[in-house]
Structures are given as C-alpha cells and as structure tokens.
C-alpha cells in the first residue's frame, strides 16, 4: 500500500504538468546531466593530476581511456538529447492545450527564478514570457473593456521565484492590488516575468511593454502607479532607468513608485553565496563545485548589490543609480522580525532576507540613497519579508499614500 499510495501522490504532482513542460523539463535534464559530468571529471583531473591542495585548477581534460569514457557520456547525453528534443517539438504542439493551475504556476515561477536566465538563453519551453497578466491570464488591450479602463493604472510587479497569483494572500484570498484599485479607483494589472533573467534585461522589457500599454490604453492615461515588492521593485526602477535612456513617453504619467521589502543595497544570503564561492576557488579539489554555485541565475547575483541599470562592473563593485523622474514619489516599505526597527536584528536581517536599511534605500554615502521622503517610508515589525502581502497596516498605509 505504502509504495502504491507513495506513487499515487507523486503521479497526482505531475499532473499539473503540461505536455510543454515535459518537454522543457526533459532538455534541462540534459543539461544537468551534462554538467555533473564536466564537474566530476574536473574532480577526477585534480585527483588524477596530483594537484596541490591550494592553488590553481590545472587546465586541459582528462586523456586516455578515462577521457574516452567521459567523451562518450557527452555524446550519448547529447544524442539523447537532440532526439528527444525533436520529437516532442513534434508532438507537443499537436496535443490539446488546458488551463494552468496554481501549482504548475507555482513550480515554474520557482524554476524561473533559480535558472531562468539558462532557460531563456536555451529557448526551453519552461521559460516564461513577460506579460500583463489578470487573475492569472494574460491581458490583452483588446480584453481592457472588459476590466472598466480608466484613467489610473496600478501594475504590481512580485518577487523572485514568484508569481502574479501569489499576491493572494489572507484568509479570503484577496489580491493587495486589487483591493487598493476597489477602493480608490484605479484599473489593477499584474506583470508576469523570469524573474531570473538580469533585473536590468527585465526592467528595459518592462519599460518597453509600458511604452505600448500607455500608447494604446483606450482612455488617456493620468496617473500610473508601480507596486512591487522584492525583486518587482528593483524591476520597477530599473524599467524607469531605461525609459529615460531611451526617452520613452510613459514616464510622464507616472506618479508613485512604492517598493515593498526591495533589496535596494543588497541582500545578505546572496553576499554570502558570493563569498563561498570565493573560498571555494581557493583548492583545485574544491574549485569545480562553484560550478553549483554558479547554478543561480543572473537575477539572483543581482540582488548581491541591487543591480538595477546592469552598470555592475565587477562581482565585489557597487552598481550604479537608477534615474528616476524628479516628479516621481518614492515610498519605501520594510519589515522585520524584531519589535524594533533600530535593533541590530533589523539592521543586519531584516525580514530575513532584507535589511531595513536596504528595503529603505538608506546608504551610509549620502549620493547612493534613493530618494525617499522619511514620512514615505514604512518598518513593519514582526513580519517576515512575505508576511508584508497581507499585513494590514501594509494595506492601511497604501491606501493612504496612493489615494
């Protein structure tokens, strides 16, 4: 029973599952196969080699027999792999389509989020498309009577490895954006996004798609909010940045950004992930497993110092400021799981991703502070960095800044 029950559960898993995300699924099998075994045999030529323990990783592959047995692991990986990639490219598209369901959302926004960048750069079927998107669909300008357009739009950008569903929070399951556009007034919509591609490359696409949605919006567009929390507010201010290199229009509408437990100076895990990298390049032995540290996607290593404009010009440097439109209100939420927002729990942990002073924007140089008026910012405490979708003095506060 025990076995049966056990593969009932795993078989009910799966069934969210597209036959696209089979697919997709399949081809980053490959790839990680692929990649274990260029780890291993890196190992094997240290141990093989007679390495020092600290020092350079000798270069070159392994020879001999022991090279012809990895050599033939990455063609027959590699066969396998080409032909199970054309035939489902052949199949897949002629099998019929079904609604998403918030798991499958779930499990792809978190593969996303770890390797999005890969997928986007391999073209894999999991890699998920920037859009507007309502109640989990996508938004089309032709759908917009149907959502009573009006004169003030308010875009929600979520965090990493997330998704725009899960803005649903509390007990009736109710979106905070939505319940903000009720009460005052404005046309609520939700960016969807591979929240593990570079901020930067997210925030020109964003701006770009803001472009359009403002060019071809039925009534004109008077005022434009941008509500992200985490990841979406750096995405937010990085789309701002762009819009103004390349002198787009939308800008001019816009009147508030409001950030919710953004790392705006950095995140402390991902400072540390960087570091044990760094050790472990120190010993040949050690040094072919930051090849899994390496795993990460490029918007994770943003968030190291917040790189929002892609100006980072080297792992340990400073990125440079987002310009922002000097008419633009900044406001800044923060949490923490402390009762005081001046304790040193707050300053080094924050929520337990993000610091207080991070999610503020506060800098101890002056010119690297983003411009947030103190009566525009928010410490929320004992809360959690996802506890801030759903807390109610979040919601109260909102209500009375954006009305």
Same mark, same amino acid.
């Given at each position: 029973m025990g076995p049966i029950a056990m593969s009932g559960k795993t078989m009910s898993r799966f069934s969210h599952l597209h036959p696209s995300d089979v697919h997709g699924l399949s081809l980053l099998?490959?790839?990680?196969?692929?990649?274990?075994?260029?780890?291993?045999?890196?190992?094997?030529?240290?141990?093989?080699?007679?390495?020092?323990?600290?020092?350079?990783?000798?270069?070159?592959?392994?020879?001999?027999?022991?090279? +012809? &047995?990895?050599?033939?692991?990455?063609? &027959?990986?590699?066969?396998?792999?080409?032909?199970?990639?054309?035939?489902?490219?052949?199949i897949v598209p002629r099998l019929p389509g079904r609604a998403s369901t918030p798991e499958r959302e779930r499990l792809l926004a978190v593969i996303n989020g770890v390797v999005g960048d890969?997928?986007?750069?391999?073209?894999?079927? +999991?890699?998920?498309?920037?859009?507007?998107?309502?109640?989990?669909?996508?938004?089309?300008?032709?759908?917009?009577?149907?959502?009573?357009?009006?004169?003030?739009?308010l875009i929600a950008l979520h965090g990493l490895c997330m998704n725009d569903l899960q803005w649903r929070r509390g007990e009736d399951g109710a979106a905070l954006p939505d319940r903000l556009a009720e009460a005052l007034g404005y046309t609520p919509l939700y960016l969807h996004y591979n929240t593990g591609r570079p901020i930067a490359d997210n925030g020109r696409d964003f701006a770009v798609l803001l472009e359009d949605l403002v060019a071809q919006w039925p009534e004109p567009v008077d005022e434009l909010v941008l509500l992200g929390h985490s990841m979406g507010g750096l995405v937010a201010l990085s789309a701002c940045h762009h819009a103004g290199m390349e002198a787009h229009v939308w800008p001019g509408a816009l009147r508030k950004i409001v950030t919710m437990g953004s790392p705006h100076h950095g995140a402390p895990l991902e400072r540390l992930g960087h570091g044990v990298d760094r050790l472990l390049e120190i010993s040949p032995y050690s040094a072919p497993f930051t090849r899994l540290g390496a795993i990460r996607s490029a918007g994770i290593t943003d968030l190291r110092y917040g790189n929002v404009t892609?100006?980072?010009?080297?792992?340990?440097?400073?990125?440079?400021?987002?310009?922002?439109?000097?008419? &633009?209100?900044?406001?800044?939420?923060?949490?923490?799981?402390?009762?005081?927002?001046?304790?040193?729990?707050?300053?080094?942990?924050?929520?337990?991703?993000?610091?207080?002073?991070s999610a503020l924007g506060r800098h101890v140089d002056p010119s690297r502070c983003l411009p947030v008026h103190r009566d525009h910012q928010l410490v929320v405490c004992n809360t959690r960095h996802i506890g801030l979708l759903a807390h109610r003095s979040v919601h109260s506060t909102l209500h009375d800044w954006l009305r």
């Amino acid at each position: 029973m025990g076995p049966i029950a056990m593969s009932g559960k795993t078989m009910s898993r799966f069934s969210h599952l597209h036959p696209s995300d089979v697919h997709g699924l399949s081809l980053l099998a490959v790839d990680g196969v692929i990649g274990t075994t260029e780890l291993v045999e890196q190992v094997h030529r240290a141990i093989a080699g007679f390495a020092p323990p600290v020092g350079r990783m000798p270069e070159g592959t392994t020879r001999g027999i022991t090279g +012809l &047995v990895y050599r033939s692991i990455h063609g &027959v990986t590699r066969l396998v792999g080409t032909a199970s990639d054309v035939t489902l490219s052949r199949i897949v598209p002629r099998l019929p389509g079904r609604a998403s369901t918030p798991e499958r959302e779930r499990l792809l926004a978190v593969i996303n989020g770890v390797v999005g960048d890969h997928l986007a750069r391999r073209s894999n079927p +999991l890699a998920i498309d920037m859009r507007l998107r309502r109640d989990g669909r996508a938004f089309n300008l032709d759908d917009a009577a149907s959502v009573r357009p009006g004169r003030r739009l308010l875009i929600a950008l979520h965090g990493l490895c997330m998704n725009d569903l899960q803005w649903r929070r509390g007990e009736d399951g109710a979106a905070l954006p939505d319940r903000l556009a009720e009460a005052l007034g404005y046309t609520p919509l939700y960016l969807h996004y591979n929240t593990g591609r570079p901020i930067a490359d997210n925030g020109r696409d964003f701006a770009v798609l803001l472009e359009d949605l403002v060019a071809q919006w039925p009534e004109p567009v008077d005022e434009l909010v941008l509500l992200g929390h985490s990841m979406g507010g750096l995405v937010a201010l990085s789309a701002c940045h762009h819009a103004g290199m390349e002198a787009h229009v939308w800008p001019g509408a816009l009147r508030k950004i409001v950030t919710m437990g953004s790392p705006h100076h950095g995140a402390p895990l991902e400072r540390l992930g960087h570091g044990v990298d760094r050790l472990l390049e120190i010993s040949p032995y050690s040094a072919p497993f930051t090849r899994l540290g390496a795993i990460r996607s490029a918007g994770i290593t943003d968030l190291r110092y917040g790189n929002v404009t892609g100006s980072l010009r080297g792992p340990d440097e400073a990125p440079g400021l987002a310009e922002l439109p000097d008419h &633009v209100e900044c406001h800044a939420i923060a949490a923490t799981t402390d009762s005081r927002a001046d304790s040193l729990s707050s300053r080094y942990l924050g929520d337990g991703l993000v610091p207080v002073d991070s999610a503020l924007g506060r800098h101890v140089d002056p010119s690297r502070c983003l411009p947030v008026h103190r009566d525009h910012q928010l410490v929320v405490c004992n809360t959690r960095h996802i506890g801030l979708l759903a807390h109610r003095s979040v919601h109260s506060t909102l209500h009375d800044w954006l009305r």
